[in-house]
């Protein structure tokens, strides 16, 4: 019973992290109106202004 009460709390750990990390990866905040945009579009959808890219330094 310990374990499975363990597991459950150890699975329930991980499925929280992931919910609260996997949308930043895939949803970016535009920096203009803070609202989630798709990754694939280069502006955002609410305002228009052009999307960050992470991979210009």
């Known amino acids: 019973m310990i374990n499975v009460c363990y597991l459950a709390i150890m699975g329930g750990i991980v499925v929280l992290i992931a919910l609260l990390s996997i ?10 109106c803070k609202r989630r945009t798709w990754v694939a579009r280069d502006t955002c959808a609410a305002c228009g202004a052009p999307m960050r890219d992470d991979l210009d330094f």
Request: proline share 20%; charged share 10%; hydrophobic share 50%.
């Open 23 to 32: 949308p930043s990866l895939f949803w970016p905040k535009c920096a203009a």
